[in-house]
């Protein structure tokens, strides 16, 4: 179990889309989204991200930016495209200013963490953006 982190209860608060090619940060993202009490679909690729996202109705997405083909910045704007209203956390491995500059100014992504990430701030990411 992740210091800090508490369970909040066996009753699903909604789905959370998961979405990484690194399936080890997939596994413990996940892990820590299971324990705020949101059930979890995952996807290793934009693609796969994408139709869960229209079939499954996520209440939150979280997506790694740097993915092969379809990376997590395409992924964003055919979500928001899509008309769903659902708030979107990308995730860098890497910082980069241009992109974090290119995410805000087209309104693409409601926060934007970077690698390595502490659990900490997955679910205060998710507190701002589903429980205010």
Known sequence: MQPNLK????????????????????????????????????????????????????ILVIADIVMPGMDGIA????????????????????YFDLIEHQITKKILADHVLYKPIAPADIVESIGLLLES
Do not use: C, H, R, W
């Open 7 to 58: 369970v909040i209860s066996n009753k699903s608060l909604g789905t959370v889309l998961i979405v990484d090619d690194d399936e080890d940060v997939l596994e413990l993202l996940s892990d820590i989204v299971k324990k705020q009490g949101y059930k979890v679909i995952t996807a290793v690729d934009g693609k796969a991200a994408m139709e869960q996202f229209l079939t499954q109705s996520p």
């Open 75 to 94: 992924l964003a704007q055919a979500m928001k495209e899509s008309q769903k209203e659902v708030p979107i956390i990308l995730i860098s491995g890497k």
